[in-house]
T-cell receptor, first 109, second 112 residues
């Protein structure tokens, strides 16, 4: 069964705007990871946030984690056309990842 | 480093045929895994391995076999292909202690 669930399923924004997507999960986790998938390609790792961390940054990406609510969010600031992709959260249980269905982000020029 | 490589990129099978999807990594990672991705769904874990000679089942193992005779290679065998196995298959590897997984480009399999 899929542990993570992303919301919204799809998001369309203008270049330069911020994009926020959320992930909810069901059971306790060691860490939560976010991946990006460009159309027809493999997944690329973006950020890993551990269960004892609340916020993490990487370039234009900001991830938050609220273990009490079993939720995480991914914020992409100042979006670019190249950010058009599907974004997946994945919970990690001893290296076994459980993915949500993803959020498809379209950045319009 | 080539990273994680998968062959073939595309494959069409007839129901009942068998085949092996190849996966190799040159990063000396201990952990390797196979996922399948179906339309509108996230990836689901088929089988995984924590090192040479050690494999275990994931969420959707039925119809698939794996073995791990070397650190580098982790082939996935379809024993008797069924239309329900039409999917995109991804192999991934990870070094112990890091958590981050490195994915291959995928194999798109169609079973008629």
């Amino acid at each position: 069964s899929q542990q993570g669930e992303e919301d919204p399923q799809a998001l369309s924004i203008q270049e330069g705007e911020n994009a926020t997507m959320n992930c909810s999960y069901k059971t306790s986790i060691n860490n939560l990871q976010w991946y990006r998938q460009n159309s027809g390609r493999g997944l690329v790792h973006l950020i890993l946030i551990r269960s004892n961390e609340r916020e993490k940054h990487s370039g234009r990406l900001r991830v938050t984690l609220d273990t009490s609510k079993k939720s995480s969010s991914l914020l992409i600031t100042a979006s670019r056309a190249a950010d058009t992709a599907s974004y997946f959260c994945a919970t990690d249980e001893d290296y076994k990842l459980s993915f949500g269905a993803g959020t498809t982000v379209t950045v319009r020029a | 480093n080539a990273g994680v490589t998968q062959t073939p990129k595309f494959q069409v099978l007839k129901t009942g045929q068998s085949m092996t999807l190849q996966c190799a990594q040159d990063m000396n990672h201990e952990y390797m895994s196979w996922y399948r991705q179906d339309p509108g769904m996230g990836l689901r874990l088929i089988h995984y391995s924590v090192g040479a000679g050690i494999t275990d089942q994931g969420e959707v193992p039925n119809g698939y076999n794996v073995s791990r005779s070397t650190t580098e290679d982790f082939p996935l065998r379809l024993l008797s292909a069924a239309p329900s196995q039409t999917s995109v298959y991804f192999c991934a590897s990870s070094p112990f202690g890091q958590g981050t997984q490195y994915f291959g480009p995928g194999t798109r399999l169609t079973v008629l």
